[in-house]
């Protein structure tokens, strides 16, 4: 890889391989400690009584094999994990939780059982059971603006877009632990088959022509595999037999039909499908540096876009995937901008602080112009692209300068992000990802994406460098404590085309040649590693919702350690109900006054996989993670670098300030005369989970381990504290390099 001419090299990021000290940590457990006193007479009488007019109305709401679906509300005192009123619905009383909704939870319950639960509450004398009836707040069936939800089914089925047999939706099936509840559903759901709803066409029926010869062999078989999946409301139907959970487009004739879907209790949720489309806007003259002769050794981008169609750059194409959108609807200008950015964007704005980073490109032809009756069905896409990605292995970073025109929802994750996520984890890919223009609320789909590097716009100085907020972008943050955008780049750019365009779509095509390089340059690299590192070394201090994290540096890439800075990265598997610890030496550096003296950053991301859940609104991730660098003073340890203490404030206030549930964790502070005792630091870390019962885990010692990486940076900002060869020296065996050895020249043409 080529860094910039005449900018000399700086210490590369040290790995850190030291194992960590695993600690166990007792858990808590409900108590009549917990029982709120104060409102548990009303509360008995209150859920009783509801539980009364439940029994009396069971006959008038859908069941399945006498099972019914019941909302128990919780109090807002009452949303933490520790209050999950898993003890009140209890399996051998007829009830089982089923999943996070809303402010409370769905349970599915024996409707026989109704009456019986009435009584219950009002009388119960266990502990744990007036905990619960104590803090729920209420319990009723689900209606029909429970599946439409913040909308009326007019809303909905006016926003669908039409087909030639209907609109088109997409569903969740109503999630069920009884087997044979889940059977009799799935029959419920197929006999809508006769007249209410009708199967999308099968999966990419219609590039069946173009899979011919021509295709390479790897993705022709990955492609064909896809179309030849067969009819999609029994894929749906299998998946949901297998897991008791699935997802599915449908076709909706009338709004009559509308409305009888709903009406079956088969649906938890429905929403209309969105289209994906790009943004755009251009003219001039092209960059005055050509591109380098051999471009073989680049690292690749996936460019899902509007294809490419400028001559100008086949010679860094590396690959092209056969078109899922026709090239008289493909948003090919909009396609050719966004991959003159990936290959060559210091170029086109070589007054903006941008590092020579070249790549290649593999063009994905899926975005088709705005206003096209050319309609691509998102689940369509999805499969399109993971064969994509399947015969594309090698190439780990995928521009998405895409997005769906409505804002996401910020109490739940959108299909399409989701989606993404799941390619991304199963691919070992990192997709970057735009958040959208205006207008609209707030960002867009994909822009929720946990996996991806989402990006926003920014203005740049008259010097280059980096300014304010971009008045076209859209700002976060993002649904479910997601910190959305991730990163913002320059958003008012010229591309192919010359005239200055701008647009939240070449920030992100900015981003991506920065990690593809970082990619490459790792070794072991992993997509959380890389996005752990342009998070790490980006100008922001803290989250802005506009900004994300700041801007990647230019003089300072993200495998490099800034001068007077040491800078160290790890990966590790960690299990809920334990704590860890990893130890290091205090360098010289940051003590010499007998204080600690100096400036820290700590980045972590948590891979949530598999424990994420698309339909549990704010409770999308069921897993989180708490890190800390610690000092020790007296007789315990205090945070040099940490995160509240999210057991002394409510729930809310958790995932308000501290943004509790994100996988993302980025603190940093400087430091100034701190005491401290001892020759150590040492970084903490620990896993909490909730919701165990989606994944069928009785306790948490069934979780499953989650894999962690952390980057972290101490130094002085002083150019002559030589922090980097102290630490390194001190941990000696336990650190290595973490970057490739590479000295490729980059020989332009015409030079």
Same mark, same amino acid.
């Given at each position: 890889?080529?860094? *910039?001419?005449?900018?000399?090299? /700086? ?25 709120? %006193? ?9 859920? +009783?009584?509801?539980?009364?007019? /439940? ?59 109704? +009456? ?126 297998? *897991? ?113 980073? $070249? ?9 088709? =112009? =705005? ?31 895409? *997005? ?120 072991? #690299? ?47 598997? /960690? ?17 010499? %006054? ?6 820290? +950053? ?12 698309? $339909?549990?609104?704010?409770? $999308? ?28 404030? %409510? ?32 970084? $903490? ?17 069934? #979780? ?11 130094? %002085? ?35």
């Amino acid at each position: 890889m080529a860094d *910039n001419p005449g900018r000399p090299l /700086l210490n590369p990021v040290l790995r850190f391989t030291k194992d960590p000290k695993p600690e166990g940590v007792s858990g808590g457990g409900k108590t009549a400690k917990g029982i709120k %006193t104060d409102r548990l007479a009303e509360q008995r009488s209150a859920l +009783a009584a509801q539980f009364s007019e /439940l029994s009396e109305h069971a006959l008038e709401t859908p069941r399945f094999n006498g099972h019914a679906i019941i909302y128990a509300a919780m109090f807002d005192d009452s949303l933490a994990p520790t209050w999950t009123p898993s003890d009140l619905f209890q399996h051998d009383r007829g009830a089982r939780l089923v999943a996070p909704f809303r402010a409370g939870y769905l349970v599915e319950i024996e409707a026989d059982q109704l +009456a019986s639960y009435a009584r219950l509450v009002r009388r119960t004398e266990a502990a744990k059971d007036q905990v619960d009836v104590s803090r729920v707040e209420s319990v009723r069936f689900l209606d029909d603006g429970d599946a439409a939800g913040h909308r009326s089914l007019d809303e909905v089925w006016k926003a669908a877009p039409e087909t030639e047999d209907g609109r088109a939706f997409v569903i969740w099936l109503m999630p069920l632990k009884n087997r044979d509840a889940a059977e009799h559903l799935l029959q419920t759901f197929s006999s809508l088959r006769d007249g209410v709803i009708e199967a999308p066409p099968p999966l990419l029926e219609t590039m069946g022509d173009a899979l011919n010869a021509s295709v390479p062999a790897v993705m022709r078989r990955s492609l064909r595999a896809a179309a030849a999946a067969g009819d999609r409301l029994n894929l749906a139907m299998r998946e949901y037999r297998q *897991n008791r959970r699935a997802r599915t487009t449908v076709i909706l004739p009338s709004r009559r039909a509308l409305g009888q879907l709903v009406a079956s209790g088969a649906v938890l949720r429905i929403e209309p499908v969105q289209p994906i489309t790009s943004t755009s806007p251009g003219e001039g003259r092209e960059p005055d540096r050509p591109l380098p002769r051999d471009m073989s050794g680049l690292p690749i981008v996936g460019v899902v876009d509007g294809g490419l169609t400028a001559s100008s750059y086949k010679s860094a194409e590396a690959w092209k995937a056969p078109a899922l959108v026709k090239d008289a609807a493909a948003d090919a200008k909009h396609g050719n901008r966004v991959t003159s950015l990936i290959v060559q964007g210091h170029d086109w704005n070589n007054k903006l602080t941008l590092p020579q980073l $070249y790549c290649q490109i593999g063009t994905v032809q899926a975005v088709a =112009k =705005k206003g096209s009756s050319s309609f691509v069905d998102p689940q369509e896409f999805i499969t399109y692209l993971d064969g994509v990605m399947t015969a594309n292995p090698d190439t780990r970073v995928w521009n998405f300068s895409l *997005n769906q025109q409505e804002s996401c929802q910020l109490d739940s994750v959108s299909p399409l992000g989701h989606d993404i996520a799941l390619l991304a984890r199963k691919h070992d890919v990192l997709p970057i990802i735009s958040i959208g223009n205006k207008p609209g609320d707030r960002l867009q789909p994909p822009a929720d994406c946990e996996a991806a590097i989402t990006v926003g716009g920014r203005l740049h100085g008259a010097d280059g460098t980096p300014a304010g907020d971009c008045p076209v972008s859209h700002c976060g943050p993002g649904p479910s404590s997601m910190l959305k955008p991730d990163l913002s780049h320059f958003s008012h750019v010229r591309a192919l085309g010359g005239s200055l365009i701008k647009g939240s779509s070449f920030a992100t095509a900015l981003t991506s040649p920065l990690a593809a390089h970082t990619m490459a340059r790792l070794r072991e #690299a992993s997509p959380d590693l890389v996005k752990a590192l342009l998070l790490h070394n980006a100008d922001g201090h803290g989250f802005d919702p506009a900004l994300g994290f700041g801007t990647p540096g230019a003089a300072t890439l993200p495998w490099e350690c800034r001068p007077g800075f040491v800078t160290l990265q790890w990966t590790a598997s /960690l299990r809920p109900g334990a704590a860890y610890y990893w130890e290091l030496p205090i360098p010289q550096s940051l003590r010499e %006054t007998g204080k600690l003296k100096g400036l820290g +950053a700590l980045t972590a991301i948590l891979n949530p996989h598999p424990m994420v859940t698309d $339909y549990a609104g704010p409770n $999308y991730f069921s897993i989180r993670l708490a890190t800390a660098l610690q000092f020790h003073r007296g007789d315990k340890f205090h945070n040099l670098l940490g995160s509240l203490d999210t057991d002394k404030i %409510t729930e809310q206030e958790a995932r308000a300030i501290d943004h509790k549930w994100s996988p993302i964790r980025h603190h940093e502070r400087e430091f100034r005369s701190v005491g401290f005792d001892g020759d150590t630091l040492r970084v $903490y870390a620990r896993i909490y989970a909730r919701d165990l019962y989606q994944y069928g885990y009785g306790s948490m010692d069934e #979780a499953p381990e989650m894999d962690t990486v952390f980057v972290l940076s101490l130094g %002085t900002g002083e150019k002559d504290d030589d922090v980097y060869n102290q630490l390194r020296d001190q941990l000696g065996a336990f650190v290595e390099t973490a970057t490739i050895e590479t000295d490729i020249d980059i020989e332009n043409d015409g030079e």
